[in-house]
């Protein structure tokens, strides 16, 4: 069984700074790409950055210049670095991982529980 566990979101006031981290674990035999999607009350989920096994990186562009994904392949990790934060920003934030189990031939879409950033103005 695979699990996603997301932590790092809270309260910032406006032009602070948050940090986002998802552990991967459980019988995970590869990981291809791993991300961020946030999602507003009342608007659709939607990809904020992604970052791929091999370290290229995809950028919502409303998040381009602030954010920053980062990835620790040895301990299954991804992390968003949410700098100069808005309040636009305030959202749900799940973590996203596109992985091969140890019981399966197939990759598939796993997600976290979601965590709450709220951003004040």
């Known amino acids: 069984q695979v699990q996603l566990v997301e932590s790092g979101g809270g309260l910032v006031q406006a032009g602070g700074s948050l940090r986002l981290s998802c552990v991967a674990s459980?019988?995970?035999?590869?990981?291809?790409?791993m991300g961020w999607y946030r999602q507003a009350p009342g608007t659709r989920r939607e990809l904020v950055a992604r970052i791929t096994s091999g370290g290229s990186t995809k950028y919502a562009d409303s998040v381009k210049g602030r954010f920053t994904i980062s990835r620790d392949n040895a301990k299954n990790t991804v992390y968003l670095q949410m700098n100069s934060l808005k309040p636009e920003d305030t959202a749900v934030y799940f973590c996203n991982a596109l992985l091969r189990s140890s019981a399966s031939y197939l990759s598939n879409d796993y997600w976290g529980q979601g965590t709450q950033v709220t951003v004040s103005s």
């Open positions: 459980g019988s995970i035999f590869s990981i291809n790409h």
